[in-house]
Nanobody, 116 residues
């Protein structure tokens, strides 16, 4: 089993930045691909980025390319999402997720709001 806790969300003005963190416990976090997802109000959850076990980003959603950076620090069992040049469209709850075989483990999410 994997327990995930997201943090780092908040209210930021357009053009600002945030760094989200995902802290894992309970299993060998470094062995799994980590993903960040976003869920806007009344919207389906959508993938934002993936990072592989080697620490290389393998996917970014089109609307975040060049603005967001996913990374991980294996020694600390953590993953991060650096978000720059924020706009109101990215407002939502951000979740990290780890897939272990057929099972998915999600954190509780962290709220990000971009507003002037």
């Amino acid at each position: 089993q994997v327990q995930l806790v997201e943090s780092g969300g908040g209210l930021v003005r357009p053009g600002g930045s945030l760094r989200l963190s995902c802290t894992a416990s309970g299993s060998t976090f470094s062995s799994y691909v980590v993903s960040w997802y976003r869920q806007g109000q009344g919207q389906a959850r959508e993938v934002v980025a993936h990072i592989n076990t080697g620490g290389s980003p393998v996917y970014y959603a089109a609307h975040v390319k060049g603005r967001f950076t996913i990374s991980r620090e294996k020694a600390k069992n953590m993953a991060f999402l650096q978000m720059n040049s924020l706009d109101p469209d990215i407002t939502g709850v951000y979740y990290c997720m780890v897939a272990v075989g057929w099972d998915e483990y999600w954190g509780q999410g962290t709220q990000v709001a971009v507003s002037s």
